[in-house]
Structure formats: structure tokens, C-alpha cells
Antibody, heavy 122, light 112 residues
């Protein structure tokens, strides 16, 4: 079964850092593009970052560019999101999601993990 | 960035009746490869989003055939032929033709 499980969220002060992890099972992360999407509870979805199957394409939303870094550990089958200089507006539930097409970019995202909550507050 | 606009915001529907959600993009979603990367997701209460439809009209494996997608260019529609209780939730369209991928604001489907 294809599954994604996020971890690493929590309460953090503004300006501090946090690293989110996404454990993948049932497939290899180096065969598929992987993405991070966030959602303020009760609000809509915002794409945050994506990495292509071979790492050749990495992209970020303007709102996080220069502060967040996406990466992958193929041996461990993990996806990461390093978040630096966190702001109150980064507070959200962070989901990792897998592209449905092997070696695609973002044909469609499925599955999604359950999400990990990041709260940025002093 | 491409702006995705969904209507209506909310859709109260009688069980067994159809529902329709519209999604309009601020520019054409036809990719240079000829494909249109428009997908539909369902988010049930307390759950993560779940992909229903990709590339306008392709149902993902296991998605009931009462869900159908159509459209072209900048105008797209998700239809539920006969709404069931388990269809309650928020529906989002998403474009991934151009980076960054962007989502519509969501349409809440609820039972009258």
C-alpha cells in the first residue's frame, strides 16, 4: 500500500527553524515527484514546494522562497522540508503528497499524508 | 501565478440529486506538451485531500463513476451525478500546467 506519514511539526517561535519529514512506503521517492502543500485549518490549500523524481527540478512558492528547502533521502525513502526564519503566517497543517505519474511533475497528487501541524507563535 | 476561481462557494444538494462545480482559470491550462493539467480533489471533514480526477476528465483508480470532469482551456466542471452522503466535503480544483501549482478556493458540498 502506498502511504505517506509526516512528522516534525510543533510549536516554534518566530524566526526559528523546523524540519518536517515525510516517510514514504509502498513506492520509491526517487521514481516520483513529491510535493509539500499546506493548509491553514478551516481554509484552502497552498502549494509550498516540489521536487522532481530525479531532483533536476525544484520549485517553491514565492511566500517561502529563500527560507524553505525541500530535499529527499532516496536510501531512507524520505522527503524533507527544512523551514527557516519561520513567520506567524507559516502556521498551517503541512501535507506531503506524491505525483501519480512516475517521472512526471504534478499530473495529480495522490496519496496525501495526514499532515503535520506547524504553529509559529511567541 | 494562475488564479483559479471556483463557483459556487457552497452547494446544498438533496441526496440522489446532481451537483455541479465550476472552475475557471485566469489563463489557458493547455501545456506546451498538449496536455491540460487540471485536477479535482475532495476533502472530507477531518481528512486530507483525495484526488478524484486528473487531466480534466480521468478518474483516478477506485473513484466512483458518479464523478465526472469536463472542460477545456480555461473553463472546467466537476459533476456528481447522484450525490451520496459520503460526498459531503470541500472540493478543490488544481492546476499544475504552470508552476507554481495553484488551487481554487474550494466548494463546500452539503446535504440539504
Amino acid at each position: 500500500e502506498v502511504q505517506l506519514v509526516e512528522s516534525g511539526g510543533g510549536l516554534v517561535q518566530p524566526g526559528r527553524s523546523l524540519r518536517l519529514s515525510c516517510a514514504a512506503s509502498g513506492f520509491s521517492v526517487d521514481d516520483y515527484a513529491m510535493h509539500w502543500v499546506r493548509q491553514v485549518p478551516g481554509k484552502g490549500l497552498e502549494w509550498v514546494s516540489g521536487i522532481s523524481w530525479n531532483g533536476a527540478m525544484i520549485d517553491y512558492a514565492d511566500s517561502v522562497k529563500g527560507r524553505f528547502t525541500i530535499s529527499r533521502d532516496n536510501a531512507r525513502n524520505y522527503l524533507y522540508l527544512q523551514m527557516n526564519s519561520l513567520r506567524a503566517e507559516d502556521t498551517a497543517l503541512y501535507y506531503c503528497a506524491k505525483d501519480i505519474m512516475s517521472r512526471g511533475w504534478c499530473t495529480g497528487l495522490r496519496p496525501w499524508g495526514q499532515g503535520t501541524l506547524v504553529t509559529v507563535s511567541s | 501565478d494562475i488564479v483559479m476561481t471556483q463557483t459556487p462557494l457552497s452547494s446544498p444538494v438533496t441526496l440522489g440529486q446532481p451537483a455541479s462545480i465550476s472552475c475557471r482559470s485566469s489563463q489557458s491550462l493547455v501545456h506546451r506538451d498538449g496536455n491540460t493539467y487540471l485536477s479535482w480533489l475532495q476533502q472530507r471533514p477531518g481528512q486530507p485531500p483525495r484526488l478524484l480526477i486528473y487531466m480534466i476528465s480521468n478518474r483516478f483508480s477506485g473513484v466512483p463513476d458518479r464523478f465526472s470532469g469536463s472542460g477545456a482551456g480555461t473553463d472546467f466542471t466537476l459533476k456528481i451525478s447522484r450525490v451520496e452522503a459520503e460526498d459531503v466535503g470541500v472540493y478543490y480544483c488544481m492546476q499544475s500546467t504552470q508552476s507554481p501549482p495553484t488551487f481554487g478556493g474550494g466548494t463546500k458540498v452539503e446535504i440539504k
